[in-house]
């Protein structure tokens, strides 16, 4: 049985209550063109009622030509005693210029006499005024049933009669929120499987992930007769934040057959993942189900092993139905077959001998005795086997760095690090100062590099962690520091140790930019720059 | 209708399979006395028989006095055509001295013909035999069927025969595992409860998140009568890992009736669940449920005022029953009451008048705004209570300091500090090397003071640890350090927030210090020192 479940996303709307998120005008016309060419059926814009940039967005939004999705406003039902024609909310939504509208209200007894403060009755003639003054101005219109759940365990007979009032309005969908995050799976199965047996409009779900259930929800709801789901992309929101629809559509589509997007648009999942959490200026769990960067990561040696042999035998499904890949660890716990498999996947091409693959092998094993992480370090790692193999050019040395940090009682505290870095035959020599002393370090290596490697200028520092590896030391202990660099929406990641956490540091940012030299097929320094300009931009 | 379900954690052992989770033999005995403290039933501490590390904690565990946890090591059933009492995994187990083992199997066909490749009748043997000498020696048996939704999807009467197996031959308790992380809440249920019909022992579950409905399948398979639920703290583990003990844990005793923990247990929820990140170094999301910074977090304006006036509107459950807190603002009085509470934990007597209570809940605020987190850094609250109430001696202060460190390609890093400090009247100036900027620093404060308070000798740095709290800054992002110091056997632990890694080392050394003089009751300087003394110290 295939049967179609409809996407409707909220990322730029009910995604942007979410801490610490904020989307321009530009970042949503952007998201938007994605989820279209992902599939989804209706995107949420905004609430042009409440703010300009919303409405800023719906004109923009009019000139973009979009392949399948319907543009959707979202607002709430009329004031009470306020007649929908003439209710300003409304009428910003058939303003707004949209072919569909969802308008919330109150299924929740509670939440109309208390928060409302207006009867009962009022409020099923708000719900079913709004529903049809909408569908008379030809607008697809959905009802989001607020608070249903909780309220259905309060009254269900008044809840009921919200939704058959949106029904008997015209309305062409009927969503049910779960706004609180608070219910279970057995409880919305049950309870869509009695709105089914009063109601014919299609029914949606719009859960919230609090109880850390959402997505189990969605699955219930649409086992038990709901074709549509509400949800963001990597489940940002309020609170706990919407349901995650990067873990709904696999789940309905590869595992219930139902059918939300086409096989080519499911192999997008892992890309508009990372797309909308670069965009929106958020870090992604490495650990996220399906798109995760940890989410095929096999880490264990018996694992491993398996695996490689049959990806069944520890692989739920097969990362490129979604785009996401297999990723070996090389750690402690594995060997010889894990170094082939990571190779291959690192796209390096060194057909070696069983004798170099255990060298190899025994020198990464050394490494991680002394604290390198090549697993979260890949970059690192793949330097390591080019240079093994002697197929690492040398594109630029250390000769000495010095950094000195001053704080007074009365100054803040001031960085300042030179370098001396050989290129070529020349030595530049050169410094910077920082917001601390390996910012310091790491702008005046640019500064002396990027004249001979202009690549170098596209290329920013993402993350930065330090993880101290024998406690006892203290503050005299060992460091490990892992740097993230990132260019052109791809990423990278290096390590370094020592018992100094700018020596450390200072291996980790060379790697950095090492690698990408590497993947920029840089073979030599540009010598070409004129010596003058070189000295203007070292001096500036 | 009260039930005990029965928790098992395996972050000590699962949980360390994670991409980036690396604990060391300390951690994990911190970590286990917390466990105990919450009310974990079982904690596995590791696999004894895959390497000495795992052997070095269940050595050090025993000497450990735990409340109420069962110390649990991880193993294997024996291998095939070894019996079990010659298997050295098994006899590892029983070297380790716990009183209880968990040891997985096969319980999915195909791996056993393809992965261990012995016939299934053997496997059969493996199963019984090695239960059954566990249970000869005494310890508490689990079976953990590894694989067991898969394979009982693919041959379910050979994997009901692998229960079986371990039934008769008396194992405590069997777990169904769902090691690849596929299954989805319906097939748990409806499978867990066919097992029911044909066993009598207590059944477990260990769910993993692959298809991000862990929680759900943990609340499927109570409520088809499972009775313990294995999983991680913050659910990390292999991939995208195990099941969250967090999120399970309030499921279960809040909403489903079922009883895990007492209720003063379950209040310490949210602290237990930032500790282990703490310990474990990485970053919990802040929309995590239940727990997570913003979980109730309220930032539409109609969501706040309803909130304010009545909680049960945007929230499913009491923040204070798992011990996380609402995030609007905060009546003052009930912020009273919280610092009054927090007074009498650190031991502190400030009898506060009301105007300089909410001064000080003003300046906690500021400074958690800031990055400051004081629930890893009590040492750090209680100077700043002590000096906002005036009651802190100020018995030294930073005139100014300098750090150098210089690197060339032939020699090792060098770190020397100079340190200005006041001290009474006089002015100490001297300075130290160090292993690196942070320990150099630390080495010349103390030279500096430790002149005029000699129980500066008895202490040391015990942890250092750095956090970049915004990720996109990179090298130029906040920082905060959380030191821990140790006297006596007695810990602190301290913070410093800055854009400069060094300057929030020195906030948190300075703060070490401080804590210890006013731990030692120290009033003043020892002037009684000889000034020949002194500088004979001080040019060492």
Redesign the interface.
Known sequence: MERKVYLYDTTLRDGT????ISLSVEDKIKIALRLDQFGIDFIEGGWPGSNPKDMAFFERIREVPLKHAKITAFGSTCRPHVAAAEDDNLRALIESGVKAAAIFGKSWD??VT??LKTTLEENLRMVGDSVSFLKSQGLTTLFLAEHFFDGYKANSAYAMQVLQAAEQAGADWIVLCD????S???EIYDIVKAVLKNLQVPLGIHPH?????A???V??AV?AGATQVQGTIN???????NV?LI?VVP?LQL??GYSCVSSEQLQQLTQLSRYVAEIA?M?L??????V?????????GI?VS?VL??PK?????EPEEIGNKRRV?VSELAGQSNLQAKMEELGIDLSLERAEAREIIKTIKEREFQGY?Y??AEASLTLMLLEASGKLKNLF?????????????SH??T?EATVKIHVNTEVVHTAAD??????AL?NAMRKALEVYYPCISKM?????????L????????K?RVL??SACDGEKWSTVGV??????A??EALADSIRYLLWKEGCEEAKNLVASEARVGILNH
Chains 1, 2 share one sequence.
């Open positions: 209550q979410g801490e610490g509670m939440h208390d928060a706004t609180n995050g608070g279970l799976p057995t992930n609090d109880s850390g259930v997505v189990a929800n699955l219930a086992q489940g940002i929101g309020e609170r706990c934040g995650n873990s789940n595992k219930l200026n870090t769990p490495n650990n996220q189900p399906f995760g960067n940890s989410a095929f990561a096999h880490k264990g694992h398996a042999r049959d035998t520890y692989e739920h499904i660890l992480q697993e979260g040395s250390l000769d000495s760095f010095k950094i000195l940090m001053e704080k007074s009682a803040a505290i960085s920082g917001n601390g002393p390996v910012n790491d920013h520092l993402t993350d930065y962690k330090v993880r101290v024998d406690e006892n030391g203290a503050t005299a202990a460091v740097i993230e020592s018992t100094n956490v700018i020596e540091s200072w």
